[in-house]
């Protein structure tokens, strides 16, 4: 397999501790890279927004980033490279079939139920999460599929196993922000509602 794009990024010093990172702890390392894309990916999606900066919705994004996406993505690419094992193009476009056929569509739901889960706890509405469901999930999957398909064929093709999803963040900041905005939509608009209803004390007046 030909790596060349990522040996020519050079033997950089933060470049060699993030290998030896990588040596020691993959999965740590690579979900702690996954922090700060969805630390800025919610961030720029605020700042589009203009609604004010909320921190516990960048921590909530923060959260499901660190703990549920990104280590889910590290064990499906492993799972991908030991499934599809030939050379060049013939394994990397079938990893990517699969890939936008299946998991992408899965991580979404997940990324949005998890968003869900966190605004509503143990007070999830099902019905709620079926009309989002309904409404966003072909449009987003429509978008997705505008971005991540040459986005993987080059991951899958070029880049060496440990580095596809530190290259993939690079990509998955602006694709955050669509996925913060469309995961919080109903959120933000039940949080301005209710910023809206009248104080009692000024309804007494």
Not at 21 to 31: G, W
Request: with cysteine; proline share 5%.
């Amino acid at each position: 397999m030909n790596f060349r794009i990522i040996d020519s990024i050079g033997n950089s010093f933060l470049m060699n501790a993030y290998k030896r990172s990588l040596q020691k702890r993959p999965v740590i390392t690579k979900s702690l890279t996954g922090t700060v894309v969805f630390f800025l990916g919610d961030s720029l999606a605020q700042k589009i927004e203009n609604r004010g900066y909320d921190p516990k919705r960048t921590l909530m994004m923060c959260t499901i980033g660190t703990f549920i996406v990104v280590p889910q993505i590290h064990f499906w690419f492993k799972f991908l490279d030991k499934t599809f094992t030939k050379p060049g193009w013939a394994g990397a476009i079938p990893k990517v079939i699969v890939d936008q056929l299946t998991f992408g569509p899965y991580l979404f739901v997940c990324n949005m139920t998890s968003v869900q889960l966190f605004h509503q706890g143990f007070n999830f509405n099902i019905q709620q999460w079926q009309d989002k469901m309904k409404k966003d999930f072909f449009p987003v999957l429509q978008k997705a599929w505008m971005i991540w398909p040459l986005t993987n064929c080059i991951l899958f093709r070029f880049v060496h196993p440990d580095f596809r999803i530190l290259i993939s963040n690079l990509v998955s900041v602006g694709w955050n922000c669509i996925l913060s905005t469309v995961s919080n939509k109903a959120f933000l608009k039940n949080k301005q509602q209710i910023e809206n209803v009248p104080s009692i004390s000024t309804t007494m007046v």
